[in-house]
């Protein structure tokens, strides 16, 4: 089909969006332009019939708003995007073993990874030294720590 602006036809438009999407996905890392350039280059397959200009837009914003909808949640679940944690963020979780007392007004010190922390309890608990711990959060230079459960050491 020949656009009335000249001798380019629809499925040379279409493939011209395909690559211009393509790079600018490229370049944002977005994961948002990749569903327009596949429904780009779906576009260049279906312009071969012959759809009106005005369809094609319709379906290909229909096609892109589709993938975009279902299926870029999936892939940034698949690639954890926007989810990347820090080393100090990746803490959360982690077991620990008290080696100075934590008191109910005083700091302790954890080991974690063969590093020592300075750590205090969430509820401002006593914890004994070689009680095994959770690391619950951070705060500024030190852990947040709850004991293990009996039933969580043994297990």
């Known amino acids: 089909m020949l656009l009335p602006f000249g001798m380019v036809s629809a499925q040379w438009i ?23 350039a596949i429904a780009a280059l779906l576009m260049v397959f279906l312009s071969l019939f012959k759809i009106p200009l005005s369809v094609q837009i319709i379906i290909f914003l229909i096609i892109a708003s589709l993938l975009l909808i279902f299926t870029r949640p999936l892939a940034i679940k698949k690639f954890k995007m926007g989810r990347e ?19 109910e007004f005083e700091k302790g ?22 009680t ?4 619950l959060r951070v705060e500024g ?4 720590v709850r004991p293990l459960e009996i ?3 043994s297990s």
């Not at 969006?17 to 332009?33: D, S």
């Not at 944690?85 to 008191?103: E, M, P, Q, R, Y």
């Open 85 to 103: 944690k820090t080393n100090v963020d990746s803490l959360a979780g982690k077991h620990v073993l008290v080696i100075k007392t934590i008191g």
């Open 109 to 130: 010190e954890v080991k974690l990874n063969g590093l020592t922390w300075t750590a205090r309890s969430d509820n401002n608990a006593e914890i004994a030294a070689g």
């Open 14 to 36: 279409w493939a011209a969006l395909v690559i211009i999407f393509a790079l600018i996905e490229v370049f944002t890392f977005g994961l948002t332009t990749v569903w327009f």
């Open 151 to 153: 039933a969580e050491v």
């Open 132 to 135: 095994k711990c959770e690391v």
């Open 141 to 144: 230079v030190q852990l947040i």
